[in-house]
Structure formats: structure tokens, C-alpha cells
Nanobody
Framework: QPQLVESGGGLAHPGESLKLSCVAS????????MGWFRQASKKEREFVAY????????LLADSVKGRFSITRDNVKNTQYLQMNSLKIEDTAVYYC????????????????WGQGTQVSVSS
């Protein structure tokens, strides 16, 4: 089973950019789909994006379309979430996820989760 470790979170001002990374180790020979969820304080966990094993298919939540992009590098066992034009409402803990099932926005479909990285957007 893969272990997932996120990095790249931090503090940003509205309109700025951050790039999250997630390194997978162990079990990476299997074709996992990967993605990102986020959870703001006192809110439900929310789908952000997913990407297929080869990176040819992906989906972004409507709330981040046009601002965020998801990519992956299977040589480095790493996926990325580029976040541009950040808004205050993007403030949340961002979780890297992986699953042998693909194309799901349901967090219960993802077996593997990172520990999360905090993204705070404030003026």
C-alpha cells in the first residue's frame, strides 16, 4: 500500500499561488489514481481534483476550475496541485489521496490518505 506525504502548504494572500506536492512510497508499482480533497474548519471534506494513473484524464471541482491544475510524474511517484489565484475560501487542510478505483468524487472511495497540509489564504 502506498504511503502519501504532502508538502507545499502555507500562508498566501488572495491572488497568490501555491503548489502542493504529494510523494507516494511503497506499493507504487500498482496503477493508482490520485487526487486531492480539502477540509475547511467545521466543514465537510470536499473533492478538489483527481487524475488518472497515466495522467491523461483528470477532473477539477467547479470551485477551482480555471485556477487549479493537477498533474503527476510517475517517475518521481509524485502528484502536484498547482493553485493559482487563491481565494480566502480556499483555506483548508488539503489531503492527497490514492485509490485503485478511479474517477470518483466520493472520499470513501479512496483507500489511501496523506496526513494533510494546511493552506491558509488571508489578506
Amino acid at each position: 500500500q502506498p504511503q502519501l506525504v504532502e508538502s507545499g502548504g502555507g500562508l498566501a494572500h488572495p491572488g497568490e499561488s501555491l503548489k502542493l506536492s504529494c510523494v507516494a512510497s511503497g506499493g507504487t508499482q500498482n496503477p493508482y489514481c490520485m487526487g486531492w480533497f480539502r477540509q475547511a474548519s467545521k466543514k465537510e471534506r470536499e473533492f478538489v481534483a483527481y487524475i488518472s494513473w497515466r495522467g491523461g484524464s483528470w477532473l477539477l471541482a467547479d470551485s477551482v476550475k480555471g485556477r487549479f491544475s493537477i498533474t503527476r510524474d510517475n517517475v518521481k511517484n509524485t502528484q502536484y496541485l498547482q493553485m493559482n489565484s487563491l481565494k480566502i475560501e480556499d483555506t483548508a487542510v488539503y489531503y492527497c489521496v490514492a485509490s485503485v478505483r478511479c474517477y470518483s468524487k466520493d472520499p470513501s472511495d479512496y483507500e489511501y490518505w496523506g496526513q494533510g497540509t494546511q493552506v491558509s489564504v488571508s489578506s
